[in-house]
């Protein structure tokens, strides 16, 4: 293979039933169509996407993209994918701390890991070296008590008792604070046998023109740096995610009582602010990442994200900022997903009539994570808890994945972004909050579906593109894929522009929706819980929160299907694929 940079060209397969372990070199070609990432993973999975997620065959795949290990900034995230326990829809989630850049420095852009183990297992990398260890002793640890028994050169993956114990929303922790957080993917790693990963690597990646990389990298440095939604007195880099607490509360949208209503009255004692004062907090967070937007406190509390500060308060009734730092610390070493594992408390309570000043939410919690009591109905996600309970409607997920902290009814491209979204209610597919309330790059009525269509398209495929390189979202408040564009071709030599790079994404978004289609799903699943129809939010001081109009929705998403290049009923096509060099479904 020619000399190439940014990449290594190698990919590490292993077979947890042969306890055996090769080496795969991707054409070129692979990795200027799909760059890294999502990209490159997407391309992996498709062979085996119609297997279901428990067989052996499933793959559990890590990738790294060519930014990973350099000077780029935001370099250090990787994308973990397979297919999800709790949708039956594809599963990824892009991850930050330092399991990336170990990957790379290994030797290798991506681990693809099939087959599964008899008897709990660890897996050791070191470079070349693989091992494989006897991880019995670990067998329902939970992630702190894991990973203290774990070398702490390098980095980890770990699971914790929740993906043992079968939770359909577990997920995989990194070095105990970065995590893998939505669809389950811990539940996946857990059925293969594999309790963790350990990777140490010593070489560095190489790079086609450091003078033009660094330029570039002032050049970004400089645009986060004037970006008051990254770098202001209220930013993301002094208060982390939690900055976002505020203005989603002021906007009426914030998810609260199981999203019956969009204003929380407790919200202004439980912001960023008042976590700030309360816990005294100070800044982290991933490898090649100035921003810092991770917060602890001064006894080493991880500070928790936006979303889970919402949907601990607001979502379900909490107003006591101890008790949300308490569900997170539980949902933390017991490896769940926040989100997923609030919301069905918020459906679970909903059901039952049940009110927070007279629920411990904290205990059943810890019966989720440990399969007990009705944490046995609740640990396979508020979807299937509520078919179960034959109330549907109190379920507020998409394709059965639990909605974020941003109630559509505030934010129109948001809903139907929550709606086409490939891996189900997600907001980081098209991050239309970004110019909805942060009027990032360009302001846009946030109560009207005029030109949303299309902005939710071109943003599935900017963030798809930005998984693939792989970059933060968060650090396009301030820069653009133009500025991206130059450090990859600084990075690898190769002439992708941004344009070329949008075309990536938008092969790498219609793969996804590919193998979705060859898992039974359709435009019939692109919808949203019907109470967003038929129920108003809160409205007052001005701001009107009335039920999203649903012609103007159905309208808009077949607007969407067609700019997309899918059928009206939401399919993909042999003409589009072709078009975008995909394989067409034989």
């Known amino acids: 293979m020619p000399e190439i940079f940014g990449w290594t060209g190698r990919v590490l397969l292993i077979n947890l039933n042969e306890r055996s372990a090769s080496v795969l070199n991707p054409p070129q070609k692979v990795y200027h169509e799909y760059i890294g990432g999502k990209g490159m993973a997407g391309w992996y999975l498709r062979s085996y996407c119609t297997k279901s997620w428990d067989s052996p065959d499933i793959p559990l795949i890590f990738f790294t993209g060519p930014l990973v290990d350099t000077e780029s900034p935001t370099s250090g995230r990787f994308t973990i994918m397979s297919m999800s326990p709790l949708t039956g829809a594809i599963a990824d989630s892009s991850a930050g701390g330092r399991f990336g ?25 070191k470079d070349d070296l693989v091992s494989f260890s006897n991880a019995s002793s670990l067998a329902f640890k939970s992630i702190s008590e894991t990973f203290s028994e774990l070398s702490e050169n390098g980095s980890s993956a770990a699971i914790g008792p929740a993906a043992e114990n079968g939770v359909l929303f577990a997920n995989i922790s990194f070095d105990g604070h970065s995590f893998a957080g939505r669809c389950g993917l811990g539940l996946v790693m857990a059925k293969k046998g594999l309790k963790y990963i350990h990777i140490e690597g010593s070489v560095h990646s190489s790079v086609y023109n450091l003078d033009e990389l660094r330029s570039a990298r002032k050049d970004i440095l400089r645009l986060v740096s004037a970006s008051p939604a990254l770098s202001g007195e209220f930013g993301i880099s002094e208060f982390g995610t939690g900055a976002l607490f505020d203005l989603i509360h002021s906007r009426r949208m914030m998810p609260t009582d199981n999203f019956r209503k969009t204003q929380f009255s407790h919200a202004e004692l439980m912001n960023a602010w008042h976590y700030r004062k309360k816990y005294e907090t100070k800044k982290t967070g991933c490898s090649g990442c100035h921003i810092q937007c991770k917060k602890t406190g001064k006894n080493g509390e991880p500070i928790p994200e936006f979303e889970t500060m919402s949907h601990f308060s607001a979502l379900i009734g909490n107003t006591d900022i101890e008790k949300v730092i308490e569900a997170s610390l539980i949902c933390n070493e017991a490896g769940m997903d926040t989100i997923s594992a609030a919301s069905t408390i918020a459906c679970y309570m909903e059901i039952n009539s049940l009110i927070c000043k007279k629920f411990d939410f904290l205990n059943l919690l810890k019966d989720i994570s440990l399969s007990r009591g009705e944490g046995e109905f609740l640990k396979l996600g508020s979807y299937k808890y509520a078919s179960v309970r034959n109330k ?32 189900g209610g997600c907001h980081l597919r098209a991050y239309s909050i970004s110019n909805e309330i942060l009027r990032k790059p360009v302001a846009t009525d946030r109560f009207s579906f005029s030109g949303k269509a299309r902005i939710i398209k071109e943003a599935e495929d900017l963030n798809a593109v930005v998984d693939s390189l792989t970059a933060c979202r968060f650090i396009f408040f301030g820069a653009s894929l133009e500025e991206y564009s130059k450090i990859f071709r600084a990075v690898t030599g190769v002439e992708l522009y941004g344009a070329d790079l949008m075309a990536v994404g938008e092969r790498v978004y219609y793969n996804e929706r590919i193998m979705n289609y060859l898992n039974g799903f359709t435009g019939i699943d692109d919808d949203l819980p019907a109470r967003f129809f038929k129920c108003a939010g809160t409205s007052g001081e001005g ?44």
Not at 558 to 576: C, V, W
Request: neutral net charge; contains cysteine; hydrophobic residues 30%.
């Open 101 to 125: 850049t170990e990957i790379k420095r290994a030797g290798f852009d991506g681990i693809i890991i099939t087959g599964s183990s008899t008897n709990l297992c660890g897996l050791i990398i």
């Open 392 to 423: 549907h409607e109190c379920s507020m997920s998409v394709k059965g994945l639990e909605l974020p902290s941003y109630d559509p009814r505030g934010a129109y491209g948001i809903a139907l972004a929550y709606a086409t979204s490939t891996r």
């Open 543 to 586: 701001i009107n929160i009335p039920p999203i109009n649903r012609e103007e929705f159905l309208n808009t998403r077949a607007k969407y299907y067609k700019i997309r290049g899918l059928t009206s009923e939401g399919n993909p096509t042999k003409e589009k694929s072709e078009e975008l060099g995909l394989e067409w479904i034989s």
